[in-house]
């Protein structure tokens, strides 16, 4: 059974980079695509961005560009990282695995997230 | 960007009753539409994809129909464990985008 769990720091200053951490186990991380979601308080979910094992990625346009997903095949994780920080940015994100089931991606395994909040 | 709008964002129904949740995309987005269901503090579940496939492991209570613009989650028979919130998401265009969900609650 894929598992999936986010790590990072909880609190981050306004204008600074949000860092966080998805580690895959139960499975390998190759031959997979990977994501990111996000959901601000009360608000529903958002999506973010996904990386494919070799690095290709795809993100949402309305970071702005902000948004950097990176993966790691050695340690099985993948990351993503989102500058220039405001309150806005303050969600709890997900991670989660996309698989293509007959061209149709779905995003089967989630990790169970974790809340970023921004403050100073 | 798609937008998807879920209705209802809430309702309360009893154990035994039969629920149903809708879901419109702003454009057609044929079949590429999931279903998930999410807890609080849990890893959202997948339940549902392409419109009407049934996730494995997933109980034969929940079905999902529709084509198009318009979309239906149905529990055919709400058990205890299903109270939780149910969002939507389209997967034909990227950015991919989700419903607002709609929230089961005890009646």
């Known amino acids: 059974q894929v598992q999936l769990q986010e790590s990072g720091p909880g609190l981050v200053k306004p204008s600074e980079t949000l860092s966080l951490t998805c580690t895959v186990s139960?499975?390998?991380?190759?031959?997979?695509?990977w994501s990111w979601i996000r959901q601000p308080p009360g608000k529903g979910l958002e999506w973010i961005g996904y990386?494919?094992?070799?690095?290709?990625?795809n993100d949402n346009p309305s970071l702005k560009s902000r948004v950097t997903i990176s993966v790691d095949t050695s340690k099985n994780q993948f990351s993503l990282k989102v500058s220039s920080v405001t309150a806005a940015d303050t969600a709890v994100y997900f991670c989660?695995?996309?698989?293509?089931?007959?061209?149709?991606?779905?995003?089967?395994?989630w990790g169970q997230g974790t809340l970023v909040t921004v403050s100073s | 960007d798609i937008q998807m709008t879920q209705s209802p964002s809430s309702l309360s129904a009893s154990v035994g009753d039969r629920v149903t949740i809708t879901c419109r995309a702003s454009?057609?987005?044929?079949?590429?539409l999931n279903w998930y269901q999410h807890k609080p503090g849990k890893a959202p579940r997948l339940l549902i994809y392409?419109?009407?496939t049934l996730e494995s492991g997933v109980p034969s209570r929940f079905s999902g129909s529709g084509s198009g613009t318009d979309f239906t989650l149905t529990i055919s028979s709400l058990q205890p464990e299903d109270f939780a919130t149910y969002c939507c998401?389209?997967?034909?265009?990227?950015?991919?985008?989700f419903g607002q969900g709609t929230k089961v609650e005890i009646k």
């Open positions: 989660a695995r996309l698989f293509y089931y007959s061209g149709n991606p779905i995003l089967d395994y």
């Open positions: 139960g499975g390998s991380i190759s031959s997979y695509y």
């Open positions: 990386i494919f094992y070799n690095g290709n990625t």
């Open positions: 454009q057609s987005i044929s079949s590429y």
């Open positions: 392409a419109a009407s």
């Open positions: 998401q389209q997967s034909h265009t990227t950015p991919w985008t």
